[in-house]
């Protein structure tokens, strides 16, 4: 994104315990220094990353835009729901969120501030939904995110995305 600013509103939130998909529609969330309050992905190291040396503080929560749900909900003919490609946020009225970078800036109610760190490539876990879903949302699937100002995450928030350049 450059030199922009959007403004929509989350749609759902969620968070789950171990690895996997989906996570689960909550009323709210806390996001804490290193991310969402009990959800797997919380912490300062990536946990998916397989090889290489670890990533600190890289993939501490995952934004999606609900477009993407509903585009790949019409092109496979599924009901994928909040939380249902393992996104902690799912924000809706941004578009589907493919020219975010690393370093913008994504701003939720009325404290959390988050840093976009890169896309969300697609993985084999949402193959349980569908076997063409990573062709589907290939390049939409939202972005990874870490935590810059912590606070309470909730449906109906307003969500503004700013690039810092």
Avoid: W
């Avoid at 999606?64 to 909900?73: P, Q, S």
């Avoid at 490609?85 to 493919?98: A, F, M, R």
């Avoid at 699937?141 to 449906?155: D, F, K, L, M, N």
């Amino acid at each position: 994104m450059k030199n922009a600013s959007s403004v929509g509103r989350v749609a759902g939130v969620s968070m789950r315990g171990d690895s996997g998909v989906p996570k689960c529609p909550q009323t709210e969330i806390n996001i804490g220094a290193h991310g969402v309050t009990g959800d797997f992905h919380e912490g300062q190291i990536n946990k998916h990353k397989k090889v290489g040396a670890p990533e600190p503080n890289s993939r501490q929560l995952t934004i999606v835009a609900k477009e993407a749900l509903d585009h790949a909900n019409s092109q496979l003919d599924i009901s994928l729901i909040p939380g249902s490609v393992g996104e902690n946020i799912l924000v809706e009225n941004l578009g589907l969120l493919e020219n975010l970078v690393a370093g913008d800036q994504i701003f939720v109610g009325k404290n959390v501030a988050l840093r976009v760190t890169g896309q969300n490539r697609p993985c084999a876990t949402l193959n349980v939904y569908h076997e063409d879903i990573i062709r589907v949302l290939l390049g939409i699937r939202g972005v990874t995110a870490v935590v810059e100002h912590p606070g309470t995450v909730s449906p109906g928030d307003r969500v503004v995305l700013k690039s810092p350049s």
